[in-house]
């Protein structure tokens, strides 16, 4: 009956009659072959068809590796299929001995599909009454491979790997003609790379990185037997399963085969099957919730990094696709994250506030004149397991939800959808330059009473007079006459609220647009709307929530002269081949910088800052005394900041900089808001900053700030 079937097959062309005897193959049918020629003329003339490029250029999806600023030290990588592309010469020769073996020994003579292979495979599948045997070959393999991961519908990766006659037809039409365009070789080297190991390992470099902990080239002979014997069933022969008795006997059958083909001696092979599967298996990262547990605290920097990814035009065209080529893109991405300020800024959070705490200590801290975030430091652990946290400090969310504390992936510090903390008195700094932008000079002098009554209706309320507001200030040695270097220094309150009537209070909102500011609560929203932000007299006095990344960037625009930059995680995204990634014919990864004040109006605005934290004022006096001076006496260089707090000390807030570096921080209750961190803890932010700026510093030449020009001091 086989030799009948044969002869008749032998009638039509020979890739035609290879293609039939395939189809039969995978189907496991026992009809004769000629009784199937019809269909199989039928069903594969239009599936001969032009080569398609995805075999052209395998479109495997690749990890992507993030590492901080020296570009070496390895954050996490993102990866949908654990894949790193390896030259066949980085691989240990084991490794195409053993999968040549194991897979397709005739592969070097062949032209893409082996007849002896499907002739052999047919008589097996005949005698055994259903498919025992396959004969596809590794070009066929690997074709198969670049369809399905080539795939853009959910309908061609089906067709792709269906067990259908014309599926197998196709395949071997396009391994013939991918044979005459490329090196066995080269599609040896692309079915390396392409391959599925298990324990989600794509490709050689997963697999050796998974299975071993080593590069392929480092593959000794049973390591790489073991391998390969893991692509015909990657769970049926795991190594890693209890039971290491399928592995075993898997390994020492491309073992034998290897010695049959001449690839390595009898003594070689004998020694190699008496050796045990030795493993040393790596998981390896995978997104932020894998950064190594040591530097946990480096996750919240991971966390606003993809936030940023996910907002960039040039990786999709929404969030689903670009993260999506975060995970697929292959990537080498250097961060800014720098370790050694990162370090210090996290040692000294957890000095002044346990990760058990209910209360979150963090801060920011930018290089002025690129908007590169150097650190994001909290006392919290970035983890999904909230099984062992505290209890949620909001009594009406007590009974259903756990604090989130000490564990949390929530953004904290700024680059997600939290809407942030109100940021008091740090708020002056918005009227303030307003002021200054308009041509009022720092001189510009109010007498500033205990209290005030404003020209700004209010509900009632403590603050209200009637149906106006009518703001105190916190301390009556403010009381007199103030400028602009003595009202922020002493954070005078009635001096700042007549100043934002003389400017007006919609300039000092749209002033912190200007630098910034995003308004991410529905009150926030509508005050700062142009129909109420004239109105919002509130808004000098910090009512609105920031986040520590937001307010870090304002005073890092100061730092640079008034130079504006979009907070930025990055400093290199370099595609596999090497080259940047762009947009626009623009780096992905650089800076993205504006003029956004004149650079009198930044020095100026400096020069009143630096009465604050004690360093004292170039141009005018700072009035005998100021709200911060142990961050001068802590760091003893150049600084200028601002100090805040909110109604009942809800939240504490300091920001400070030098021109080399700024740094935000803030304590409160993330889970709420309304919950005070009381007055003893509302130095913590201020020590903290100067600490870190300290340490961060310890290097850098004393930089002095550059004084403002005097038509805008009197």
Not at 138 to 143: D, G, R
Not at 304 to 324: H, I, T, V
């Amino acid at each position: 009956m086989i030799k009948r079937s044969l002869t008749a097959v032998g009638r039509i062309s020979p890739l035609l009659r290879a293609g039939l005897i395939a189809g039969v193959v995978v189907a496991g049918l026992a009809y004769p072959l000629a009784a199937v020629a019809g269909l199989g003329a039928k069903s594969g003339a239009g599936l001969l068809q032009e080569l398609p490029e995805e075999l052209q250029v395998a479109p495997n999806a690749q990890t992507t590796y993030v590492y901080a600023n020296d570009g070496k030290t390895l954050l996490t990588t993102f990866y949908e299929e654990h894949r790193k592309p390896t030259a066949l010469a980085d691989m240990s020769p084991y490794v195409k001995q053993a999968i040549v073996a194991s897979e397709d020994s005739r592969f070097y003579d062949h032209n893409g599909v082996d007849v002896k292979g499907v002739a052999r495979a047919f008589v097996a599948n005949q005698q055994a009454g259903g498919v025992s045997q396959g004969a596809s070959t590794l070009t066929m393999q690997y074709v198969r491979m670049a369809l399905r991961d080539g795939a853009q519908t959910p309908t061609d990766a089906l067709r792709a790997t269906e067990q259908t006659t014309a599926r197998k037809l196709r395949e071997m039409r396009l391994a013939i003609e991918l044979e005459k365009q490329i090196s066995k070789d080269e599609i040896l080297e692309r079915y390396l790379n392409s391959a599925y190991f298990g324990h989600r390992a794509y490709g050689i470099f997963a697999a050796s990185q998974v299975f071993f902990s080593k590069a392929p080239k480092q593959l000794t002979l049973v390591e790489a037997a073991t391998l390969a014997g893991l692509v015909k069933a990657p769970s049926a022969y795991d190594p890693a399963s209890k039971d290491r008795t399928a592995a075993t006997d898997r390994r020492n059958y491309v073992i034998d085969r290897m010695r049959t083909l001449g690839s390595i001696t009898a003594a070689e092979a004998a020694e190699a099957k008496e050796q045990p599967i030795r493993l040393k298996l790596t998981t390896p990262r995978n997104d932020c919730v894998s950064v190594p547990e040591s530097r946990n605290h480096w996750a919240f920097f991971c966390d606003f990094f993809k936030s940023w990814w996910l907002q960039q035009p040039a990786f999709g065209a929404n969030s689903r696709e670009r993260l999506d080529n975060l995970r697929r893109g292959g990537y080498r991405i250097t961060t800014s994250l720098d370790p050694r300020v990162q370090a210090a800024a996290q040692k000294h959070v957890l000095e002044k506030e346990k990760k058990n705490s209910r209360y979150a200590l963090g801060q920011v801290v930018i290089q002025p004149g690129t908007g590169r975030v150097k650190a994001m430091a909290v006392n919290r652990t970035y983890s999904l397991d909230q099984s062992g946290n505290g209890k949620h400090s909001d009594p009406a969310k007590r009974k259903k939800f756990k604090g989130n504390y000490p564990n949390t992936v929530n953004p904290l510090l700024g680059g997600g959808d939290m809407p942030g903390y109100q940021a008091g008195s740090t708020f002056k700094i918005f009227t303030m330059l307003a002021a200054l932008d308009q041509g009022m000079p720092l001189s510009t002098a109010f007498n500033s009473p205990p209290r005030f009554k404003s020209k700004y209706i209010t509900s009632p309320g403590p603050a209200a007079c009637g149906t106006y507001w009518c703001p105190k200030n916190a301390s009556a040695s403010m009381t007199g006459r103030q400028t602009m270097w003595s009202g922020f220094g002493k954070s005078v309150n009635t001096y700042f609220v007549q100043l934002e009537q003389k400017v007006g209070a919609q300039r000092a909102v749209k002033m912190a647009e200007r630098l910034g500011l995003q308004w991410r609560t529905e009150v926030d929203q509508r005050m700062a709307s142009p129909a109420n932000a004239s109105g919002w007299g509130a808004f000098t006095l910090g009512v609105s929530d920031a986040t520590p990344l937001e307010m870090a960037n304002v005073f890092a625009t100061l730092a640079a002269d008034g130079k504006y930059c979009t907070p930025n995680p990055v400093q290199f995204i370099k595609t596999p081949t090497g080259e940047d990634a762009m947009f626009n014919g623009v780096p992905v990864a650089g800076v993205r910088c504006r003029q956004a004040l004149l650079p009198a109006v930044a020095r100026a605005a400096t020069d009143a800052a630096r009465c604050v934290t004690g360093y004292g004022a170039a141009a005018g006096a700072c009035g005998g005394w100021e709200t911060s001076p142990m961050v001068h006496a802590i760091m003893k260089r150049p600084v200028a900041g601002k100090s805040g707090t909110t109604d009942s000390n809800q939240a504490a807030w300091f920001a400070g900089y030098t021109p080399q570096l700024a740094a935000a921080a803030f304590i409160a209750d993330p889970d709420n808001p309304r919950h005070a961190v009381g007055s003893g803890n509302a130095t913590k932010q201020k020590t903290l900053v100067a600490e870190t700026l300290r340490d961060a510093l310890k290097d850098a030449p004393k930089v002095k700030f550059t004084p403002p020009p005097d038509w805008i001091v009197d």
